[in-house]
């Protein structure tokens, strides 16, 4: 378990919705979720007094690892052991500078596993003989969902994946909103074809009308 300070917002930070939609059914639920987890979201946080961006809906994608514990028992490998071999294949390893025609060149090593072959070529240990035992050899990994908690919806036309964004505490809403909305308009572009951001929520229109 690992703890996190929450982002500097109030309860009504909540300025703008938006869903991802695909209009020509190429991306599933999960090709969504990715975009937004992976390229929306992070592009959006760039933004000056923007708390944070909350992801919904979609399906989150996740490598499952189905341990048999009769092998585990046959090759003498604890559940903690197969944990640490895990952690250990999945971190980045830090790097040096290298200078190259007057240039200077930051390199980094990435470990960070990719895909079902990375995780079943994993070395859980060596046995006496010298033969490496591997995570394929004692479980089956594959992909799937992670446990879904809610579903979002667009109109009653099937699920999406969206953000909220939320405002840093005692910001001005609208300016905010509207670097978001420029933000995003820059950012169609980048996306998979038949790929649209729909705004479902825009405070500015309550904002205008309160004025």
Do not use: C
Not at 14 to 19: G, H, Q, T, V
Not at 37 to 58: H, Q, R
Not at 62 to 85: D, M, R, T
Request: proline content about 3%.
């Amino acid at each position: 378990m690992s703890s996190e300070i929450g982002p500097d917002a109030t309860g009504v930070g909540w300025i703008f919705e938006y869903a991802l939609v695909d209009r020509n059914g190429k991306h599933d639920l999960s090709e969504l979720r990715s975009l937004q987890d992976w390229f929306l979201k992070f592009e959006l946080k760039t933004i000056p007094n923007v708390a944070e961006v909350a992801s919904v809906g979609g399906v989150v994608k996740q490598y499952q690892i189905q341990v048999n514990p009769v092998k585990l028992s046959q090759y003498g490998i604890s559940l903690p052991e197969v944990k640490q071999a895990l952690e250990s294949s999945n971190q980045e390893a830090g790097g040096s500078s290298v200078e190259m025609a007057e240039a200077e060149y930051m390199v980094r090593a990435s470990g960070y596993l990719q895909s079902i072959d990375d995780f079943n070529n994993i070395v859980l240990k060596t046995g006496e003989n010298g033969v490496p035992v591997y995570l394929r050899d004692v479980a089956r990994v594959q992909t799937g969902p992670e446990m879904r908690r809610g579903i979002a919806e667009l109109n009653g036309q099937g699920e999406v994946a969206g953000g909220v964004v939320i405002l840093r505490s005692g910001k001005n809403a609208r300016d905010v909103i509207t670097a978001v909305r420029d933000k995003l308009e820059t950012l169609k572009a980048s996306l998979p074809e038949g790929v649209e951001i729909v705004t479902t929520y825009d405070r500015s229109q309550l904002i205008d009308r309160g004025d």
